[in-house]
């Protein structure tokens, strides 16, 4: 389990994430859904261990993150992130090769190959990586982070990504969240910041909603997903819907009627 | 291109390396025979082998003393410093995530001149403890080096990448202010051992001599080992050091690494002969554009492709205008300038 | 790269020593001089036909010039001189780096260094060495000989002389490289030879010129090399010198220029320089 205490950070005094608790389990989705500046990509960070936070813990299969020296931590999380800038003209199959480094695999070639297959992008790997579409290019990152921690080990392991769908077109999209989905089978937990409401109304197991630093609500998708939250969270009346594909619920905008929304301050 | 699966592609990596390999020995024989005193070739051969206790031909005495006590050294330091100039400059594109850098152009051989140069005012020509100043010299110009590239580093980050404007102007910046503190240290020294400005801002090969190539080999062959040992961390972090992070890298100790042994690889080459530029900017591009950015093989193979290009054009030097020597700097910059606005250039177009 | 490292160490820890053979000096021996003063004593000593090559600074005699060149103090190489095949190498103490000097005793060539000469006894010192090492006795004593009675002329004509101008030297490369030459150079010492007042007293060797020092030094007389004055662009170029113009010897046209090698290499011919200066400062 990954589990977030009452994880606090501050900039100058004015906390970003506040005293937020969280638990993700293998085997589940979980979607952080919130408004700009609502503080996701503060907490994604502290999750991913890229920055410490002030106060609570950040706990992986019950280590400490502090405790884990950097190789111990990518073993047992890969992190997917929006954007990456390379400077350096390597194909898409060396990009995907990276994410071997930490993992000791026996197989590499069959390991890099299955995973490529799965993500679509076979057909790119001796293309120069800086060559590709933005699409692509997530693609291949997402090859990448995958190859991390796809093979099957003794514990769980966890798949952070913030924004993976934001280049993608809708065939896409449902692509990766489809390979996501497929993840739950292989003791993964996956945590995703997603800004298209549906996608995580279609596929996540869990939502967290965040607002202004704070877990406005946490649980099950049915549970979260209700108008009257989701109205106050991102300051927009909202209206649901019965999805007939899937049986689940839409999120549309409801129209705006000249009543005030109630604003809150910014903390 | 280079086939998909990974064993066989370490495979071609190593037959590309035993290439370079095969190539710089041509280079070397190449060196050896040639320059402004006369060695028919057969008696070059004659000479390298008789050194190993085989006999094929006659030669001078004479031939034997210039090839054996000036060129093979001359030789051996070039290959040590093209060599560490190759492998520093792909070390560091890869640590500033960045094309555009080389030793020269960030300030590493600029510092490192500076601080060879307050070394020999410091601590007198006809001091006691020729050791000391052996070792000493080298390694007090690789402090020099790595202060100056800290420096520029430090200028250049902004929020965990390094803006490449931002760089060279740093780079030029800490460029200006050691070669004019140079002058400044040249002008008021008045030891005539103190080599000259030119020596200093343009190379030269010709001082090279036995006594300072057990220095140069132990001082350069070190680091560039360790180098060696970093090629995958170099792969994870041209992603970016987060990502790098992400991936189990420890980033600040590869990056002290990487620092270090580039420091210390062209703080000892500067020391010897000079500031030389552009080897380290030309020659893990010319690698990457034949044969992809795999570190596995830029490192080594920079290494190899600087050792054969500073060969190349310090041949050129010593024969062009015999009994005299062009600089070698004038050489590497004629080819290297050219290659670096054409770099510029094509940055450029792929951005736009 | 690994591969090559083997056979490539084999050779750098074979080749460490070189062969112990000397060379014999042959009648007709191949000389090669680096320094302008020894040359004109090799040349005194009735040798200079042996000399195969020379530096640029080698100006007297003047068809020194018209050997192959071997270059200029620091810019000179050791294979270049190597490739002319010298018997033996006589280099001025310090005029090659000492990488080169390492580099061609590591190639046993005989090479000799002498002491640049600074005062007249530091000439007749250098004679009597090159001589004992030409096996020239007599003719060396003859040399001596005729400096010394060189400097009696000198001090005969200055005897006879009550004036004690003032001056100093200048050396030019180019009206933009411009020094003064002050205490413990070859001008200061010239300039007592010749009972001239050396204003530029103070400071050691050369100082870049400035013209409130020129002011300060207020000479009756500048003294130049031949080849500064030419980088001036000729006396008229001399003005060009910033302050130079307010100089009381710029005013009175008091410029005397000499031979470089002649004025500052403390030659054989170093008594008749003296005079020469001597007399150009009391015209």
């Not at chain 1, 009452?6 to 589940?28: D, M, S």
């Not at chain 1, 950040?58 to 929006?82: C, F, T, W």
């Not at chain 2, 290494?303 to 190349?312: K, Q, S, T």
């Not at chain 3, 000397?22 to 020894?38: L, M, N, P, V, Y």
Request: proline share 5%; charged share 15%.
């Amino acid at each position: 389990m990954l589990k977030a205490s009452k994880v606090h950070f501050c900039i100058r005094q004015r906390p970003i994430v506040a005293e937020v608790t969280l638990e993700l389990h293998p085997g589940e989705i979980m979607a952080i859904l919130g408004p700009n500046g609502a503080g996701k990509s503060t907490f994604f960070k502290l999750l991913s261990g890229e920055i410490k936070c002030k106060h609570g813990a950040v706990a992986y299969n019950g280590h400490d993150i502090q405790k884990l020296k950097s190789k111990e931590l990518a073993e047992v999380r890969a992190v997917m992130p929006q954007h990456s800038q390379l400077n350096f003209p390597f194909t898409a199959q060396e990009v995907v090769e990276l994410g071997l480094i930490s993992c000791q695999s026996k197989h590499p070639s069959n390991l890099v190959k299955e995973v490529m297959e799965i993500t679509n992008t076979t057909h790119l790997k001796d293309q120069l990586f800086n060559h590709l579409s933005g699409g692509e290019k997530q693609r291949v990152q997402l090859a990448r982070v995958l190859v991390q921690i796809w093979e099957p080990k003794p514990f769980p392991r966890y798949l952070l990504l913030d924004e993976p769908t934001s280049s993608l077109d809708i065939a896409q999209q449902h692509g990766v969240l489809k390979v996501l989905q497929s993840l739950k089978a292989r003791n993964i937990g996956v945590l995703v910041i997603l800004h298209e409401l549906n996608l995580a109304a279609q596929y996540a197991d869990k939502i967290a909603l965040l607002k202004n630093g704070v877990v406005a609500k946490i649980g099950k998708v049915s549970e979260v997903l209700e108008e009257e939250i989701l109205a106050h969270v991102f300051d927009h009346p909202i209206q649901l819907i019965h999805n007939p594909v899937t049986g689940g619920v839409l999120i549309a905008a409801a129209a705006q009627v000249n009543q005030t929304i109630p604003t809150f301050k910014q903390a | 291109m280079v086939p998909t699966l990974s064993h066989t592609k370490i495979q071609s990596q190593n037959i590309i390396l035993l290439g370079f390999g095969f190539v710089l020995g041509l280079v070397i024989l190449a060196s050896l025979s040639l320059g402004a005193f006369q060695i028919p070739f057969p008696q070059t051969l004659a000479i390298l082998f008789d050194q190993i206790g085989i006999s094929v031909g006659t030669f001078e005495v004479q031939q034997e003393n210039v090839l054996i006590q000036i060129r093979v050294p001359r030789v051996l330091m070039a290959m040590l410093v093209g060599g560490g100039l190759g492998i520093s400059g792909a070390a560091l594109q890869g640590l500033f995530r960045n094309p555009l850098v080389e030793p020269g152009l960030i300030g590493v051989s600029s510092g490192a001149a500076l601080f060879a140069v307050i070394f020999m005012v410091l601590v007198p020509a006809a001091s006691a403890l020729v050791w000391i100043k052996a070792v000493g010299l080298p390694l007090f110009a690789f402090v020099g080096g790595l202060i100056h590239v800290l420096a520029v580093y430090y200028l250049s980050k902004t929020q965990g990448k390094t803006d490449s404007a931002t760089l060279i102007l740093a780079g030029v910046a800490i460029n200006a202010l050691a070669a004019s503190l140079i002058g400044l240290v040249l002008f008021f020294a008045d030891d005539s051992a103190l080599r000259s400005f030119t020596f200093w801002s343009l190379g030269d090969l010709g001082g090279a001599t036995w006594s300072k190539i057990p220095v140069a080999l132990t001082l350069i062959a070190a680091p560039t080992f360790l180098l060696l040992f970093n090629t995958k961390q170099l792969n994870a972090l041209a992603l970016g050091e987060q990502e790098a992070f992400h991936m189990g890298v420890n980033v600040q100790q590869v990056k002290l690494r990487l620092l270090i042994c580039s420091a210390l690889v062209v703080g000892v080459g500067v020391s010897m002969v000079g500031m030389i530029g552009f080897v380290g900017l030309v020659v893990p591009h010319l690698i990457r554009i034949l044969f992809g950015a795999d570190h596995r093989l830029v490192l080594p193979g920079s290494f190899l492709l600087g050792a054969i290009l500073l060969n190349f054009a310090d041949l050129i030097a010593r024969l062009i205008v015999i009994p005299a020597e062009m600089p070698i700097g004038v050489i590497t910059a004629l080819v290297g300038a050219p290659f670096f606005i054409w770099l510029i250039f094509n940055l450029n177009k792929s951005r736009n | 790269m690994t591969r090559y490292l083997l056979p490539l160490l084999l050779l750098v820890v074979m080749a460490c020593t070189g062969p112990s053979t000397t060379q014999e000096a042959a009648s007709s021996r191949k000389i090669i001089t680096a320094g302008g003063t020894i040359t004109e004593v090799v040349d005194a000593l009735g040798h200079s036909s042996e000399i195969i090559a020379t530096d640029i600074t080698s100006t007297y005699p003047a068809n020194m010039q018209d050997l192959p060149s071997i270059g200029y103090r620091n810019q000179i190489k050791a294979e270049g001189i190597l490739a002319l095949g010298p018997d033996l190498v006589l280099i001025e103490e310090g005029y090659l780096t000492p990488d080169v000097v390492a580099q061609l005793k590591a190639a046993q060539v005989n090479i000799q260094v002498f002491a640049k000469p600074k005062t007249v006894e530091g000439t007749k010192k250098l004679v009597s060495e090159l001589a004992t090492f030409f096996e020239e006795p007599e003719r060396g004593k003859e040399i001596i000989a005729a400096i010394d009675a060189d400097i009696a002329e000198l001090n005969k004509y200055l005897a006879s002389q009550e004036s004690t101008p003032k001056a100093i030297f200048v050396m030019a490369r180019g009206p933009e490289t411009v020094f003064i030459a002050g205490d413990k150079t070859f001008a200061s010492e010239m300039f007592s030879l010749a009972k001239i007042e050396g204003t530029a007293t103070g400071f050691d060797e050369f100082t870049p010129l400035t013209p409130e020092s020129l002011v300060t030094m207020n000479p009756e007389y500048l003294v130049f090399f031949d080849s500064g004055v030419q980088s001036l662009g000729g006396t008229d170029g001399v003005a060009t010198i910033q302050g130079i113009d307010q100089t009381p010897a710029f005013k009175n046209g008091h410029i005397v220029a000499l031979d470089g090698q002649y004025l500052s290499g403390f030659g054989p011919r170093v008594g008749k320089a003296a005079l020469e200066l001597a007399k150009a400062v009391r015209q």
